[in-house]
């Protein structure tokens, strides 16, 4: 048993690493909150050097009452919903696959999580030139092959082209999770199952899946709270338009284009508001999975 004194190192030689992290942390988050408040435009002469006006709650009255908040908010829970549904249904069918016995499994294995490790502007643009491309991409290829007219990817499925594109990058941390699960399954389980003359299907809803439970909540978990911030793809691809504005994407055009920091400071307190929303509904429904 560790003695107090053990305790108390313990404690000191973790202390270091505890205030850098809080102070990663809570320094830009304080000065989020700070510029929240305060009117900071600086192409028109504001600076810290000669002070900032205290504005108060106007710049988050301004922010949730702007035309382009509540858009930006469905579509960010638009893109993070369409891809949690096809990693996770595509990632349980990948698992159960690459479980299997068959030759050069490794090969397979390593190919399939590959994507997770490419960088996302990379991919993105990737996808855009090659493949969504309206008059070179594959698909286009592909559509003019059986006489269809090829689809503008990026205008007219511009949604439905960043869930595809981010589905791509997240799938393979979806069937690693899952295929880890899968493998700790009991063999003799199913055997028996089989045994009693039970369906594949009947097997699968009943032993398979439930034993899935704990690892898909884990996934859809940790990819929403990354799936929130999402920005590269839609900057690469289509820029925020066609409906593909996230409320990330919405904050970067306050800071960015519109240099307005302390607007741009409250959309950011918006979107940790909406992450820790998002992220104590996941935890209750991965708490009451993990008590059974």
């Known amino acids: 048993m560790a003695t107090q004194h053990s305790r108390s190192a313990a404690r000191l030689m973790m202390a270091p690493a505890v205030v850098l992290l809080l102070g990663w942390m809570l320094v830009p988050l304080t000065m989020t909150l700070w510029f929240s408040f305060k009117r900071y435009l600086p192409m028109r002469g ?9 504005v108060g709650f106007e710049n988050y009255v301004r922010f949730i009452g702007s035309s382009s908040f509540w858009p930006s908010v469905q579509a960010t829970l638009l893109i993070v919903g369409g891809v949690l549904v096809i990693t996770v249904v595509l990632g349980v069918l990948l698992a159960i696959l690459l479980d299997q016995p068959f030759w050069g499994q490794g090969i397979v294995r390593i190919l399939v999580i590959a994507p997770f490790f490419v960088m996302p502007t990379v991919s993105a643009l990737v996808w855009k030139n090659m493949m969504m491309d309206p008059v070179n991409g594959m698909f286009a290829h592909i559509w003019r092959y059986f006489g ?3 689809i503008s990817w990026m205008s007219d499925a511009s949604v439905q ?11 393979p941390f979806a069937t690693l999770i899952l ?3 899968i493998q700790s399954l009991d ?5 028996a199952a089989e045994m009693d ?3 594949v299907l009947s097997r699968f809803w009943h032993i398979v899946l439930p034993h899935l439970g704990r690892a898909i909540t884990i996934v859809i978990l940790i990819q929403t709270i990354f799936l929130l911030s999402i920005f590269a793809e839609i900057f690469v691809t289509t820029g925020g338009s066609f409906g593909t504005r996230t409320l990330t994407y919405l904050i970067f055009q306050r800071v960015v284009d519109s240099q307005n920091i302390g607007l741009g400071s409250a959309g950011g307190v918006y ?5 820790n ?5 996941l935890m209750r429904i991965v708490g009451k999975n993990l008590d059974k």
């Open 179 to 181: 295929l880890t699960a």
């Open 187 to 191: 063999s003799e389980q199913l055997e």
């Open 197 to 199: 003359g039970a369906p």
């Open 161 to 171: 082209s960043i869930i595809l594109i981010v589905s791509w990058q997240w799938l």
């Open 277 to 281: 929303i998002v992220a104590i509904f």
């Open 148 to 150: 269809a007219t090829p």
């Open 46 to 54: 504001d600076s810290l050097e000669n002070g900032l006006q205290w």
């Open 271 to 275: 979107a940790i508001i909406l992450a």
